[in-house]
C-alpha cells in the first residue's frame, strides 16, 4: 500500500547566518514554533508554519537572483503582514505589487534569505 505522502514536498530547510536571529524573527512577524537540534538546526512544524522544516548554520542564503526557488507565504491582510515583517527586523527588497491572481511583497529574513508574501485580495 503506498503512503500518502510518497513522492510529495515533505520538508524544507534554509540556511541561517543567525538561527537565533532567523527564530526570533519568524516567532514574532508569522508566530512560527521551533524545536532545537542542538546549536546548528531548528526545525519549524507544519502546524505553526505551514509546512515542516528547519533552518540550518551556514553562511549563505537564498535569493531568486541566484536561481533559488521562492517560498511565498499566504495572508488575509498584506499591509499589515508587511508591517509585522519590518516590524520583526526584516528588509522589504520588493514593495507590494500586483501580479496575476492578487498582490504580493518580497523580504529578506536576518540571514538574508528571500521569501514572499502574497494576498488574493
Same mark, same amino acid.
Request: glycine fraction near 8%; include cysteine; hydrophobic fraction near 40%.
Given at each position: 500500500?503506498?503512503? !500518502? ?7 524544507? /530547510? +534554509? ?18 514554533? +521551533? ?7 531548528? !526545525? ?6 505551514? &509546512? /515542516? ?6 553562511? @549563505? !542564503? ?9 517560498? @511565498? ?5 498584506? !499591509?499589515?503582514?508587511?508591517?509585522? @515583517? ?11 505589487? &500586483? ?17 514572499? @508574501?502574497?494576498?488574493?485580495?
Amino acid at each position: 500500500m503506498r503512503n !500518502a505522502q510518497h513522492d510529495k514536498i515533505n520538508y524544507v /530547510e +534554509f540556511p541561517a547566518k543567525d538561527i537565533i536571529a532567523s527564530k526570533a524573527f519568524f516567532n514574532q512577524a508569522f508566530n512560527w514554533q +521551533f524545536t532545537d537540534y542542538g546549536p546548528d538546526y531548528s !526545525a519549524f512544524s507544519a502546524a505553526s508554519a505551514g &509546512l /515542516e522544516g528547519g533552518f540550518y548554520s551556514a553562511d @549563505v !542564503a537564498t535569493s531568486t537572483h541566484s536561481g533559488s526557488a521562492l517560498i @511565498v507565504l499566504f495572508s488575509a491582510d498584506l !499591509a499589515q503582514s508587511q508591517k509585522k @515583517v519590518e516590524a520583526a527586523g526584516g528588509c522589504i527588497v520588493k514593495d507590494i505589487f &500586483l501580479f496575476p491572481g492578487g498582490r504580493r511583497f518580497h523580504f529578506t529574513d536576518p540571514s538574508g534569505n528571500e521569501f514572499a @508574501v502574497w494576498s488574493n485580495s
